[in-house]
C-alpha cells in the first residue's frame, strides 16, 4: 500500500501562463481542490483520511503584492472551505501545502538577463507569502531548455532568498500591513463570487464543458496582451528600454543521439520482460478501468511488470477515451 502517497497536485500553473489574473489563478485552482475533495467525499473517503495528502501549485508572477496577497488569501481560504464545506476541524486537512514556480510567459528572449532579476522579485513573493517548496526558472528558458549554467544561477537565486535574506525567520512579514491585508481579504471575497459562479453551473466538470472558465482566462489574456501592444503595460526590453542589437547568450543544444539511445533502451526492455504477463495485467488495468475499482493497485502491478507509461496511458485511453476542448468564444 502508499499510506504517504500524494494523491494530487492541484495546479494552478497552467492557468496562470494561458493568461488568467492572479484572482482566476486563485480562484480556479482553489476551486479545482474543491472538486478533487467533492469526488473523494462521494466515494466514501472520509476527509481526514485523504485531503491531507493533496498539494496544490501555483504560478509566481510579477506583480509582487498581489502575488503575497494570492498566496495568503488561498491558505485562508482553503482552511475555511474545509470548514464550510466539508465540516472537517482536522487540523491537516486545513492546511494548504502549495509548491510556487516563477513565471515562465514573464521571462522574455530580448533581453535575457532582465529573466534573473524578474525571477528574483517571483521567488521572493512565493517565499513571503508562504510556498512549502520553489522552483526558479532560468534565464533563458524563453529561448531553449536550460543550459547547467543558467540553472545553477537558478538554484542560487533560492538559495541567496533561503540562506542570506532572513526571510526564512519569519512566518508572514506582511501580517498587519493595512495594504497587503486588505488586497488579502478583497481576493478571497472575489474568489468567492468566482466559486457562486461555477456552482451555478453545477461545480467544476460543468463550468469546463460549458468553456466558462476558459472564456474567463481567454478574455483576460487578450486584455493583458492589448495592453502590451499599446504600451499601457510594461515590458522591459520588449516595449521600454529596448535595444537593437540583439544579445547572445549560450543556448543548449540537445544530441538527437539522446532520444536514439531511450529508444532502444525501451526496445530492450520489452525484450527482456515478460511480455506475457505484461499483456496480461494491461488487461486487468482496462477491465478495472470500466467501473469504479481503484486502478492504483493495478497500475503498481503493471510497473512491476515492467510495463511502460506510455503503454500503460494507451490501456485507460482506450477504456475513457481523450479529452478534447469544445471550442467556444
Not at 250 to 275: M, N
Request: aromatic share 8%.
Amino acid at each position: 500500500q502508499v499510506p504517504r502517497w500524494n494523491t494530487i497536485s492541484v495546479s494552478g500553473y497552467h492557468i496562470r501562463e494561458a493568461g488568467a489574473t492572479a484572482l482566476q489563478e486563485l480562484a480556479f485552482t482553489l476551486r479545482d481542490g474543491i472538486e478533487y475533495v467533492q469526488y473523494g467525499v462521494d466515494a466514501g473517503l472520509p476527509v481526514e483520511r485523504f485531503v491531507p495528502r493533496i498539494s496544490f501549485f501555483f504560478n509566481a508572477h510579477s506583480d509582487f503584492f498581489e502575488e503575497i496577497a494570492k498566496y495568503r488569501a488561498a491558505r485562508a481560504l482553503w482552511a475555511t472551505i474545509m470548514q464550510e464545506r466539508f465540516g472537517t476541524a482536522d487540523e491537516r486537512s486545513l492546511k494548504l501545502r502549495f509548491h510556487a514556480q516563477t513565471a515562465g510567459v514573464s521571462l522574455t528572449a530580448q533581453q535575457p538577463y532582465n529573466n534573473v532579476v524578474r525571477t528574483a522579485l517571483q521567488a521572493l513573493a512565493a517565499v513571503i507569502g508562504g510556498a512549502n517548496s520553489l522552483h526558479t526558472n532560468s534565464l533563458d528558458e524563453a529561448l531553449a531548455l536550460p543550459t547547467r549554467e543558467a540553472a545553477l544561477l537558478a538554484l542560487r537565486t533560492q538559495q541567496v532568498i533561503a540562506h542570506e535574506s532572513g526571510l526564512t525567520d519569519v512566518v508572514d512579514p506582511f501580517g498587519g500591513s493595512y495594504f497587503l491585508e486588505r488586497m488579502t481579504v478583497d481576493l478571497q471575497e472575489e474568489a468567492r463570487e468566482y466559486f457562486a459562479a461555477i456552482d451555478r453551473f453545477g461545480g467544476m466538470v460543468e463550468a469546463i464543458e460549458e468553456g466558462y472558465p476558459q472564456r474567463e482566462i481567454a478574455e483576460s489574456a487578450y486584455k493583458f496582451q492589448q495592453a502590451v501592444e499599446l504600451g499601457e503595460q510594461t515590458i522591459i526590453g520588449v516595449n521600454e528600454h529596448t535595444q537593437q542589437s540583439g544579445v547572445d547568450i549560450p543556448i543548449l543544444q540537445i544530441d538527437d543521439r539522446v532520444e536514439e539511445r531511450q529508444v532502444a533502451e525501451v526496445q530492450k526492455l520489452r525484450e527482456r520482460r515478460d511480455s506475457s504477463l505484461v499483456e496480461q495485467v494491461l488487461d486487468e488495468l482496462r477491465f478495472a478501468a470500466v467501473g469504479n475499482e481503484n486502478v492504483m493497485p493495478l497500475l503498481l502491478k503493471a510497473v512491476r511488470a515492467y510495463s511502460t507509461v506510455g503503454e500503460m496511458c494507451d490501456a485507460l485511453r482506450g477504456v475513457w477515451g481523450e479529452y478534447e476542448e469544445t471550442p467556444s468564444v
